[in-house]
């Protein structure tokens, strides 16, 4: 039996805000809280709810054995943030390669500490343990697929029709519950989002091979990640070689020219194919949107988005994990706060005004840096060879990972600044000389899409 306390998780149940009208069912039951979606948000959502006063929880998911696609890299602070046990953690990362287009091999971790490391883990076994926490903690789960969100107007009941599933039976049948507070958690294609008209967001398609290799050759990736950049593995983003437990992960992602993405990974196989062997045994293709930039609207009366339905998903790493399970958790808690012991339903303001601006005031120096870097370092090889030059400096392989791993922008030192900002100048000069220039492509009509 697991033994967390609401604040050894950080939930909040401080000062009540003032008394507003509400639905006459506060007064005679539980809230009602729906949701949608188990993976890392949803999970650390529910977990947050099922243990307030007079709120109930109901967590829906169509798979509950979701081999979800994911690079499956997760900072330090989320280990003991989330109090995660040490056998999720298949790989602990303390080195890393970067390539360069023409091959340059820059090794990365030497600032890391004996005790600091990059986890790498498969989500099917980290959502499990969050989710079954989360029922732990009194969480009603759900197998269904929430087919549709109903309101006739934002102040509710919001009605969730879904299909419900059966442990062995394949079938679904159709069903529907009323709730008051929904957490759409429930991914890129968010049908939460669609109800709410949450508005459009541009999108990246990331491509994967789980791959079983020889021991020996598992050995070289015992504890080492390899990116890879160049206009053949991806126009705009990397491509990777991760460890898991016995396999790793091959693969890579684009925006700009998705309908492409078959041949940008059968480039990165080509370019790891000597370190992975001769004989490497593809166990599972995966591919899966990840989101460009955060949606328009987030919260609409009093349903609100967390994770990918919501767009948190960084640029220029493409981490998406550990921002999902923070969001859910910090969503949850604000909610939980506005509704004072469970007696009062929060008003779509409220709810702005205490998740949402929190997490932007948080996170969005964040994403405004990694938007920049992906801008400055992922359009062409010139720059795509500067980025792996600069990745040899001591100074920005510290503030990279201590940026990383603790999850606060770094860098304040200001004669290291200026003359980081040198080498950088030099290392571009230095990459458009040696770059060979990128393929040019044509992709007219996704290319309209794009926001």
């Not at 009208?21 to 949701?35: D, K, L, N, W, Y």
């Not at 004989?279 to 609100?304: L, N, S, T, Y």
């Not at 012991?341 to 994403?367: C, N, V």
């Not at 603790?406 to 290291?416: A, F, H, R, T």
Request: charged letters at 25%.
């Amino acid at each position: 039996m697991l033994s967390f306390s609401a604040a050894a998780l950080g939930l909040n149940l401080g000062a009540a805000p003032a008394p507003i009208v509400s639905r006459a069912a506060v007064s005679m039951g539980p809230i009602r809280v729906a949701v949608v979606g188990g993976g890392p948000a949803g999970a650390c959502a529910a977990e947050i709810f099922a243990q307030a006063p007079n709120i109930e929880c109901t967590m829906f998911e169509r798979k509950m054995d979701n081999c979800k696609p994911c690079g499956g890299a997760i900072p330090l602070c989320m280990v003991e943030e989330f109090s995660l046990p040490p056998d999720i953690v298949d790989r602990r990362v303390r080195k890393m390669k970067m390539i360069s287009p023409s091959g340059r091999e820059v090794d990365v971790g030497r600032t890391l500490k004996e005790d600091e490391y990059i986890g790498m883990l498969r989500r099917e076994v980290m959502d499990k343990y969050l989710r079954d926490r989360a029922v732990q903690f009194g969480a009603t789960p759900v197998n269904g697929l929430v087919q549709k969100v109903e309101f006739a107007d934002t102040d509710g009941p919001y009605t969730i029709k879904y299909t419900k599933y059966e442990e062995g039976t394949p079938k679904g049948t159709p069903a529907e519950a009323e709730f008051d507070i929904i957490v759409g958690a429930d991914g890129a294609n968010s049908r939460t989002a669609k109800a709410i008209d949450a508005g459009e967001y541009n999108y990246a398609i990331a491509f994967q091979e789980r791959i079983k290799i020889a021991d020996e050759k598992m050995a070289y990736y015992e504890d080492l990640a390899e990116m890879y950049v160049g206009d053949d593995v991806s126009p705009d983003f990397y491509a990777w070689v991760f460890p898991k437990y016995d396999h790793v992960g091959v693969g890579t992602g684009t925006v700009v020219n998705r309908p492409a993405i078959s041949e940008y990974q059968a480039a990165i196989r080509e370019r790891c194919a000597e370190k992975l062997g001769p004989d490497p045994k593809v166990m599972k293709v995966e591919a899966h949107p990840i989101p460009e930039h955060m949606r328009p609207r987030r919260v609409v009366g009093r349903v609100a988005l967390v994770g990918d339905a919501a767009g948190y998903v960084t640029k220029c790493s493409g981490e998406g994990i550990y921002f999902a399970a923070k969001s859910g958790r910090m969503a949850a808690q604000e909610i939980v706060a506005l509704t004072a012991g469970g007696s009062r339903l929060p008003t779509e303001q409220e709810i702005k005004d205490t998740y949402l601006k929190k997490f932007d005031q948080k996170y969005g120096p964040t994403y405004l840096v990694l938007d920049i870097l992906q801008k400055v370092f992922y359009t062409n090889n010139g720059a795509r060879e500067a980025f792996v030059d600069m990745c040899a400096s001591d100074y920005v392989q510290k503030v990279t990972f201590d940026s990383y791993l603790y999850k606060k922008v770094q860098g304040n030192n200001p004669l290291d600044d200026v003359k980081l900002l040198f080498n950088t100048i030099g290392s571009v000069i230095k990459g458009n000389a040696i770059a060979s220039p990128d393929k040019t492509f044509s992709n007219p009509v996704e290319s309209l899409k794009r926001l």
